[in-house]
Protein backbone atom coordinates (compact mmCIF):
# COMPACT_ATOMS: atom_id res chain seq x y z
CA UNK A 1 0.00 0.00 0.00
CA UNK A 2 1.60 3.51 -0.75
CA UNK A 3 2.18 6.03 1.67
CA UNK A 4 2.07 8.61 -0.49
CA UNK A 5 0.03 12.13 0.68
CA UNK A 6 -3.16 12.33 -1.21
CA UNK A 7 -3.28 15.64 -0.95
CA UNK A 8 -0.90 18.11 -1.93
CA UNK A 9 0.94 19.93 0.43
CA UNK A 10 0.74 23.62 1.06
CA UNK A 11 4.32 25.41 2.54
CA UNK A 12 3.26 27.58 4.94
CA UNK A 13 6.23 30.42 5.43
CA UNK A 14 6.29 31.61 8.85
CA UNK A 15 4.31 35.06 8.64
CA UNK A 16 4.78 36.61 11.76
CA UNK A 17 4.05 35.57 15.55
CA UNK A 18 0.74 34.70 14.15
CA UNK A 19 2.16 31.49 12.72
CA UNK A 20 0.79 29.20 15.36
CA UNK A 21 -2.62 30.59 15.13
CA UNK A 22 -2.74 30.83 11.05
CA UNK A 23 -1.37 27.13 10.87
CA UNK A 24 -3.90 26.02 13.21
CA UNK A 25 -6.49 27.64 11.03
CA UNK A 26 -5.43 26.40 8.32
CA UNK A 27 -5.54 22.63 9.36
CA UNK A 28 -9.27 23.23 10.80
CA UNK A 29 -9.95 24.06 7.16
CA UNK A 30 -8.33 21.28 5.58
CA UNK A 31 -10.22 19.00 8.22
CA UNK A 32 -13.50 20.02 7.93
CA UNK A 33 -16.74 19.06 9.10
CA UNK A 34 -15.97 16.00 10.72
CA UNK A 35 -19.69 14.44 11.78
CA UNK A 36 -22.56 16.47 13.23
CA UNK A 37 -21.74 16.49 16.62
CA UNK A 38 -18.73 15.41 16.61
CA UNK A 39 -16.83 14.06 19.58
CA UNK A 40 -12.78 14.96 19.80
CA UNK A 41 -10.68 13.72 22.10
CA UNK A 42 -7.66 15.88 22.92
CA UNK A 43 -4.99 13.30 23.67
CA UNK A 44 -2.20 14.37 26.05
CA UNK A 45 -3.82 18.34 26.12
CA UNK A 46 -1.38 19.81 27.94
CA UNK A 47 -2.28 23.05 30.33
CA UNK A 48 -3.38 25.18 27.82
CA UNK A 49 -5.56 22.76 25.87
CA UNK A 50 -3.78 21.82 21.90
CA UNK A 51 -4.45 24.45 19.56
CA UNK A 52 -5.97 22.29 16.90
CA UNK A 53 -8.48 21.41 18.91
CA UNK A 54 -8.94 24.69 20.26
CA UNK A 55 -9.46 26.19 16.94
CA UNK A 56 -11.40 23.55 15.65
CA UNK A 57 -13.95 23.58 18.58
CA UNK A 58 -14.33 27.33 17.99
CA UNK A 59 -14.79 27.26 13.95
CA UNK A 60 -17.28 23.51 15.00
CA UNK A 61 -18.94 24.90 17.74
CA UNK A 62 -20.79 21.46 18.32
CA UNK A 63 -17.83 19.60 19.01
CA UNK A 64 -18.03 17.93 22.27
CA UNK A 65 -14.02 18.27 23.02
CA UNK A 66 -12.60 15.68 25.45
CA UNK A 67 -9.11 16.65 26.88
CA UNK A 68 -7.25 13.72 28.70
CA UNK A 69 -3.46 14.29 30.18
CA UNK A 70 -1.53 11.48 32.66
CA UNK A 71 -0.19 15.08 35.07
CA UNK A 72 -3.31 16.09 37.41
CA UNK A 73 -1.48 19.70 37.68
CA UNK A 74 -1.72 20.35 34.19
CA UNK A 75 -5.04 19.26 34.29
CA UNK A 76 -5.68 22.17 37.46
CA UNK A 77 -4.71 24.46 35.12
CA UNK A 78 -6.62 23.79 32.03
CA UNK A 79 -9.81 25.71 31.84
CA UNK A 80 -11.90 22.97 29.95
CA UNK A 81 -15.65 21.39 30.24
CA UNK A 82 -14.58 17.17 30.24
CA UNK A 83 -11.36 16.90 31.89
CA UNK A 84 -9.73 13.35 32.33
CA UNK A 85 -7.03 11.99 33.78
CA UNK A 86 -5.69 9.23 32.74
CA UNK A 87 -2.50 7.44 30.43
CA UNK A 88 -2.87 7.29 27.21
CA UNK A 89 -1.87 3.73 27.08
CA UNK A 90 -5.08 2.85 28.43
CA UNK A 91 -7.87 5.09 27.33
CA UNK A 92 -10.84 5.00 29.64
CA UNK A 93 -13.23 5.43 26.81
CA UNK A 94 -15.54 2.54 25.37
CA UNK A 95 -14.82 1.15 21.57
CA UNK A 96 -15.72 3.64 18.67
CA UNK A 97 -16.65 6.49 20.95
CA UNK A 98 -14.64 9.04 19.34
CA UNK A 99 -15.52 10.83 15.86
CA UNK A 100 -11.48 12.36 16.16
CA UNK A 101 -8.70 11.86 18.51
CA UNK A 102 -5.70 14.47 18.10
CA UNK A 103 -1.83 14.16 18.83
CA UNK A 104 -0.13 16.68 18.78
CA UNK A 105 3.36 17.41 19.52
CA UNK A 106 2.78 14.44 22.28
CA UNK A 107 2.74 11.00 23.09
CA UNK A 108 3.44 9.68 19.19
CA UNK A 109 6.31 12.17 18.79
CA UNK A 110 7.94 13.49 22.20
CA UNK A 111 9.67 10.38 22.56
CA UNK A 112 8.31 10.10 26.10
CA UNK A 113 7.06 6.23 25.36
CA UNK A 114 8.97 3.56 24.22
CA UNK A 115 8.16 2.16 20.63
CA UNK A 116 6.45 -0.72 22.09
CA UNK A 117 4.42 1.89 24.12
CA UNK A 118 3.76 4.38 21.63
CA UNK A 119 2.19 1.08 19.64
CA UNK A 120 -0.12 0.36 22.67
CA UNK A 121 -0.74 4.11 22.46
CA UNK A 122 -1.71 3.76 17.98
CA UNK A 123 -3.99 0.44 19.19
CA UNK A 124 -5.77 2.14 21.63
CA UNK A 125 -6.46 5.23 19.47
CA UNK A 126 -7.95 2.60 16.61
CA UNK A 127 -10.24 0.97 19.11
CA UNK A 128 -11.84 4.15 20.61
CA UNK A 129 -12.25 6.06 16.90
CA UNK A 130 -15.53 5.52 14.93
CA UNK A 131 -14.59 3.22 11.84
CA UNK A 132 -14.47 6.21 9.80
CA UNK A 133 -13.09 8.77 12.39
CA UNK A 134 -10.28 10.39 11.97
CA UNK A 135 -6.97 10.45 13.94
CA UNK A 136 -5.00 13.60 13.45
CA UNK A 137 -1.42 14.52 14.57
CA UNK A 138 1.55 16.56 14.13
CA UNK A 139 5.27 15.94 13.70
CA UNK A 140 8.44 17.55 13.40
CA UNK A 141 9.70 15.77 10.01
CA UNK A 142 12.46 13.53 10.34
CA UNK A 143 11.92 12.54 13.82
CA UNK A 144 10.35 9.45 14.02
CA UNK A 145 7.27 10.20 11.58
CA UNK A 146 7.86 7.39 9.28
CA UNK A 147 7.81 4.73 11.89
CA UNK A 148 4.65 6.29 13.53
CA UNK A 149 2.84 6.22 10.29
CA UNK A 150 4.10 2.64 9.80
CA UNK A 151 2.87 1.33 13.33
CA UNK A 152 -0.39 3.07 12.54
CA UNK A 153 -0.81 1.14 9.03
CA UNK A 154 -0.46 -1.50 10.89
CA UNK A 155 -3.01 -1.52 13.59
CA UNK A 156 -5.44 -0.80 10.81
CA UNK A 157 -5.41 2.77 9.31
CA UNK A 158 -5.81 2.60 6.14
CA UNK A 159 -5.89 5.99 4.63
CA UNK A 160 -3.51 8.91 4.84
CA UNK A 161 -4.06 12.16 3.93
CA UNK A 162 -1.10 14.68 4.39
CA UNK A 163 -2.79 18.09 5.74
CA UNK A 164 -0.27 20.91 5.97
CA UNK A 165 3.63 21.68 6.05
CA UNK A 166 4.71 24.06 8.26
CA UNK A 167 7.94 25.61 7.30
CA UNK A 168 10.25 27.73 9.80
CA UNK A 169 13.72 29.07 9.24
CA UNK A 170 16.29 27.37 11.72
CA UNK A 171 20.08 28.21 11.94
CA UNK A 172 20.78 25.06 10.20
CA UNK A 173 18.46 25.71 7.36
CA UNK A 174 14.67 24.98 7.48
CA UNK A 175 12.40 22.60 9.74
CA UNK A 176 8.80 21.29 8.54
CA UNK A 177 6.12 20.47 11.03
CA UNK A 178 3.48 17.76 8.91
CA UNK A 179 0.27 17.77 10.21
CA UNK A 180 -1.44 14.29 8.81
CA UNK A 181 -4.82 12.65 8.61
CA UNK A 182 -5.96 8.76 8.84
CA UNK A 183 -8.87 6.87 8.97
C1 LIG B 1 3.83 19.18 24.76
S1 LIG B 1 2.49 18.85 25.83
C2 LIG B 1 1.06 18.73 24.86
C3 LIG B 1 0.77 19.74 23.81
C4 LIG B 1 -0.61 19.67 23.21
N1 LIG B 1 -1.01 18.31 22.85
C5 LIG B 1 -0.72 20.57 21.97
O1 LIG B 1 -1.07 20.09 20.87
O2 LIG B 1 -0.48 21.78 22.12
C6 LIG B 1 2.72 17.13 26.24
C7 LIG B 1 1.70 16.59 27.26
O3 LIG B 1 1.70 15.17 27.18
C8 LIG B 1 1.33 14.66 28.46
N2 LIG B 1 1.66 13.23 28.46
C9 LIG B 1 2.89 12.66 28.34
N3 LIG B 1 2.79 11.31 28.34
C10 LIG B 1 1.48 11.02 28.46
C11 LIG B 1 0.74 9.80 28.53
N4 LIG B 1 1.36 8.61 28.46
N5 LIG B 1 -0.60 9.86 28.68
C12 LIG B 1 -1.23 11.06 28.76
N6 LIG B 1 -0.59 12.25 28.71
C13 LIG B 1 0.74 12.23 28.56
C14 LIG B 1 2.14 15.55 29.41
O4 LIG B 1 1.61 15.52 30.72
C15 LIG B 1 2.02 16.93 28.72
O5 LIG B 1 0.96 17.69 29.27
Same mark, same amino acid.
Given at each position: ? +????R???V???????? !???E????L?N???? !? =???? %????? =?C???? +????????????????? +??? *??????N??D??? %??C???RR?? $?R??? $?? *???D?????E??I??? =??????? %??????????G? $? !? $??????R +????? &?????? !???K %? &??????????V??????????? *??
Amino acid at each position: M +SLVPRITQVLVEPPDEN !IWHEYFVGLVNRVGP !I =AQKP %KLLDL =ACGHAG +SGFVNEYASGFPDTEVF +SLD *MEPLVLNWLDAPR %KICADARRIP $FRDQS $FD *MVWDGYSVLELGILSD =AESYFVA %KEIRRILTPEGA $F !I $FSHLNGR +SEAET &IENLVK !IGFK %K &ITHLLRLSQRVREGYRHRDSYL *MR
